[in-house]
């Protein structure tokens, strides 16, 4: 059984790397075709081919004795993939003065970091060359692009469980830098130690405190295991490596895993599954977005210091029918129980709607900064 069971594995592998080259050949058509419709101005997304596509997928998925469901969510993300690199591609065309092959990613953390994992994401495909720097702070990260050391830095703002990130805000409010894209990706929390042991050998775990915070129900189960804060989960792993203790363990991504060659002892730990950070990609300059991609534009809004000045604000942009997707207050530096908000809406500056309501909105506000439009995330169906 052995020998068979070698010999078909031999065959899955053999399979799997035929499918990974065949989306890599698929990939490279895509690139074509997004070439064709940027010099033909042509639209991105063609939904009618798009359905085309997937009940062409369907019958052949019947035909082939495959789940159509599994064949048609395989597929929704490709597609999605698709859009993804073709809005990418348009924006950089549009936006770009030189074409180049290399970019440099300004981020906070080391090797194996969340935010380097969303950097090489988010930029991987579009540059033959990316080539990312960390720093020990966010705000290290950000002087990096002003000081022209980076090309751009990619900063988380918010966690599906953790919330918003304030220490991101309040550089978007005092630097000068502007929001050209976003990234969001699945952070999966692991337990990575030098080699295979036994969970109730480990008498030391750490991690950043935002990643203890979320994996509270796993840690709460463990005994005689010392919980430390460190300054980030890549960096927890990185020492793992470095101490060479056996009852060492820190929690940060398979990817640290990868690059600092530990093993993973378990997986998701995090309390609730569905755990998503969005980032944040900033620059010196401002992007301009074709109308057909869709927008988000991120505002900063100070009130009046007046009863009900934030909800006449609010009700400007409930009258123009635009979409908020996010609001978030934090208080105004050096100016006691003042606030200001930061905004999400759906739409493009370059819009005539959305120009209309900002201009309304100023003259309602104390004042309002517009902290970019850029192109809203294009990820698979299940983000």
């Known amino acids: ?124 495909e579009r540059y033959s060359k990316v080539d990312c720097f960390g720093y020990d702070t966010f705000r290290k990260a950000a002087e990096a692009v002003k000081e022209q050391k980076a090309d751009y830095a990619i900063l988380p703002i918010e966690n599906t ?104 002892l378990k997986r998701d730990l995090a309390n609730q599954s569905e755990n998503f950070t969005r980032f944040v990609v900033v620059a010196r300059q401002p992007v301009e977005v074709d109308s057909q991609i869709p927008c988000k534009t991120s505002l900063l809004m100070v009130t009046t210091h007046e009863q009900g000045a934030l909800v006449g604000c609010l009700n400007v942009i409930a009258a123009h029918g635009i979409d908020m997707t996010k609001l978030e207050s934090r208080p105004k530096p050096n100016e006691p129980w003042k606030y200001q908000f930061y905004l999400d809406i759906k739409g493009n500056i370059a819009n005539s709607e959305i120009r209309v309501a900002l201009q309304e909105l100023e003259r309602k506000a104390s004042s309002l900064k517009v902290l970019g439009c850029y192109p809203a995330h294009v990820g698979t169906p299940d983000e």
């Open 161 to 264: 469980t953790a919330g918003s990130i304030n220490e991101t805000y309040d550089l978007l409010a005092d630097d000068d830098l502007h929001i050209v894209g976003e990234e969001a990706i699945r952070i999966i929390h692991c337990l990575l130690a030098l080699d295979e042991i036994p969970l109730d050998r480990i008498r030391r775990i750490m991690s950043h405190p935002q990643a203890i915070a979320q994996c509270s129900n796993f840690l709460a189960k463990l005994h005689d295991c010392r919980v430390e804060s460190y300054i980030d989960t890549a960096m927890s792993a990185k020492k793992v490596l470095e101490d060479g203790d056996l009852s060492q363990a820190a929690i940060a991504g398979s990817y640290a895993a990868d690059i600092y060659g530990l093993t993973i």
């Open 1 to 124: 059984m052995s020998d068979k069971l070698d010999s078909i594995r031999k065959l899955l592998d053999e399979t799997d790397k035929e499918i990974v080259e065949a989306l890599a050949k698929r990939q490279e058509l895509i690139r074509e075709i997004s070439e064709l419709k940027i010099s033909n101005e042509s639209d991105i997304r063609d939904i009618k081919r798009e359905e085309e596509l997937l009940s062409k997928i369907t019958k052949l998925a019947r035909e082939a004795g495959l789940d159509r469901y599994f064949a048609e969510q395989l597929f929704k993300d490709i597609i999605h993939h698709s859009i993804r690199f073709q809005t990418h591609s348009l924006v950089d065309n549009q936006n770009v003065e030189e074409e180049a092959d290399a970019v440099q990613i300004a981020y906070q953390g080391t090797d194996g970091a969340f935010s380097h994992q969303a950097a090489y994401r988010h930029f991987e």
